[in-house]
């Protein structure tokens, strides 16, 4: 498993930007899928957007409320991944959490941070 840290949430105006961080540890960071997901407040956790490896290129995956707002992107050489959210609306407030799953492997994420608080005020 890898260990996750989240960072970059905030406070922001509805229609403002904000980029989220996840710094991941351990030595097989590349060979990770890597998520982001999202619970606002009374709500079931959501998949917000995922990077993962196949036939040797990356790809991203993005939930319908997101695309065209937000970008998944990933450093294996620092071990990060980012997540760059625009064009901000109020139902984007939530918890936002950086998730880890071996390349590969189907079924629910194995790693999760502990969570990134965003709030977009409308």
């Known amino acids: 498993q890898v260990q996750l840290v989240e960072s970059g949430g905030g406070l922001v105006q509805a229609g403002g930007s904000l980029r989220l961080s996840c710094a991941a540890s351990g030595r097989t960071f590349s060979a990770y899928t890597m998520g982001w997901f999202r619970q606002a407040p009374k709500k079931e956790r959501e998949f917000v957007a995922q990077i993962r490896w196949s036939g040797g290129i990356y790809y991203a995956d993005y939930a319908d409320s997101v695309k065209g707002r937000f970008t998944i992107s990933r450093d294996n050489a620092k071990k990060t991944v980012d997540l760059q959210m625009n064009s901000l609306k109020s139902e984007d407030t939530g918890v936002y959490y950086c998730?880890?799953?071996?390349?590969?492997?189907?079924?629910?994420?194995?790693?999760w941070g502990q969570g990134t608080q965003v709030t977009v005020s409308s």
């Open positions: 998730a880890a799953r071996p390349s590969g492997v189907t079924g629910p994420y194995t790693s």
